[in-house]
């Protein structure tokens, strides 16, 4: 049986503010007033009254201010993500089958005509979240990409994640944060075409917004506090266990991290080292890990590799590091996290920044029944058929009693019509109209 060396104090369920009524409030607030409202609460939030729509011109000069190296950095990581994004559009493919002799059916992959992707602002200047949903959602074909992200106060959007949206292929980039942001995409303001899919992480406001306007506009989830796990046995270096768990605590106070291991004293060892690795971080960082440690952090001790991977399975996390022998085995027995990375010559801050595969990820246990961003979720997966005559008989026939059955005469009667026109000569048994 699981052993927990330190458990949680608080969990993100309860500690989550409702801030519902406050979305609700501003949601209705820029469907009333359009365009000024949004602009009003731009400069209510953001403290931003320039420009919504970033120019040619301002782009061009925040490149030209970025130094060559920052440049490099940003253009390696989007080489490498749009490669993944490509790899994956190769996977999601156009098919069609014959059912039975004249019966096709078949089905189309259609990317969204446009999609909006949120950049949050605020702690931490999120380059690396332009580059994952601008280049997926241009991989994945999306004929008008939108990106937003909060502008700092008489400046506008940092210049590296200008850069990064322009790179990336954004066509319209928006001076612009928080609800209004999200609002001003899905309806379309400025000028813009509505946003089919809004995707992108953000505060509580930001994914209560897209929580309320989903249906009318697709999203890719609503995501809540992030959240890491690592795998350890004896063979793993107790230092880089403790650095990562740090490092994924570091993103906010109620991020929760987790060790589940089978070896006391690298355990034990862990749980040791952490509260000076957080002492040694920026004083800023430092604040949010020491909180997320101190009220999220889990340390779990099983007996055997087999009850850490049901814990593992049981928690789901958004990362998931492995960090244990007979690597193979780990990957084929998993089945519940965001993004897998096997071995300590990987880690999630690779995944992060720079390796390819998406960071925009599942939480809160999500991972049971979904994965992160990919291409996909830009796309349309819609259905198609075709039959002859001779073909449609035996469906229509089945067609009618089914629907009778059920009590749907006129469902019915659309395929008796059918039968009557292409089989005039022929009686059939399409059951009795349902009382």
């Known amino acids: 049986m699981a052993e927990y060396l330190k458990t949680a ?5 309860e500690d989550h503010a409702d801030v519902s009524v406050v979305v609700r409030g501003l949601l209705d607030e820029i469907k009333k007033g359009g365009e000024a409202a949004a602009q009003e609460l731009a400069k209510r939030f953001d403290k931003w009254d320039g420009p919504i729509i970033a120019s040619r011109a301002d782009i061009d000069v925040a490149s030209a201010r970025l130094p060559e190296q ?4 940003i253009q ?3 080489t490498n993500v749009r490669k ?4 994956q559009r190769e996977t999601i493919v156009d098919t069609q089958v014959e059912i039975m002799p004249g019966l096709v059916a078949g089905q189309k992959q259609i990317p969204v005509n446009a999609a909006g992707c949120y950049v949050p602002g605020g702690r931490y200047a999120h380059i690396a979240s332009a580059i994952m949903t601008v280049t997926t959602a241009k991989a994945a074909g999306v004929g008008h990409v939108i990106a937003c992200s909060p502008p700092t106060p008489g400046k506008g959007i940092p210049d590296a994640i200008l850069y990064a949206m322009d790179l990336c292929g954004a066509d319209t980039i928006l001076n612009m944060g928080g609800v209004q942001a999200v609002a001003t995409m899905a309806t379309g303001l400025f000028g813009l075409p509505k946003a089919d899919i809004l995707v992108g992480p ?6 209560e917004a897209k929580r309320v306007l989903f249906g009318q506009v697709g999203i890719d989830m609503v995501a809540g506090p992030t959240d ?14 403790a650095v990562d768990l740090v490092g994924q605590a570091e993103h906010g106070p109620n991020s929760p991290v987790w060790l589940v291991t089978d070896d006391r004293a690298l355990a034990e060892q862990v749980i040791a080292r952490v509260p000076a690795l957080i002492e040694a971080l920026p004083q800023m960082n430092a604040d949010s890990a020491r909180a997320a440690w101190r009220d999220y952090a889990e340390v779990i001790l099983c007996e055997n590799r087999e009850e850490i991977a049901v814990e593992s399975d049981r928690i789901a996390p958004e990362h998931l590091t492995v960090m244990c022998t007979d690597l193979d085995w780990w990957l084929s027995r998993l089945s519940n996290y965001g993004s897998l990375f096997l071995g300590e010559e990987t880690t999630v801050a690779f995944g992060d920044k720079a390796a390819g595969p998406n960071h925009v990820l599942p939480t809160s246990g999500a991972a049971r029944y979904t994965g992160g961003l990919f291409v996909g979720k830009f796309m ?3 259905t198609w058929q075709r039959s002859t005559r001779e073909a449609a008989k ?7 009693r089914i629907s009778r059955m059920e009590g749907m005469e006129g469902h019915a009667r659309s395929a008796d019509i059918r039968l009557a026109k292409f089989f005039p000569d022929e009686i059939f048994e399409l059951g009795e109209v349902a009382h």
């Not at 035996?394 to 009618?400: G, H, Q």
């Open 9 to 13: 104090s608080r969990t993100a369920e």
């Open 70 to 73: 920052v440049k490099k950095d």
């Open 76 to 78: 390696f990581a989007h």
């Open 84 to 87: 993944f994004a490509a790899a």
């Open 202 to 207: 953000g505060n509580a406001y930001v994914a």
């Open 228 to 241: 890491s796990l690592v795998l350890a046995d004896s063979t793993a270096d107790p230092e880089i266990v």
């Open 380 to 382: 349309k997966t819609v």
């Open 394 to 400: 035996s469906v229509a026939e089945t067609t009618a």
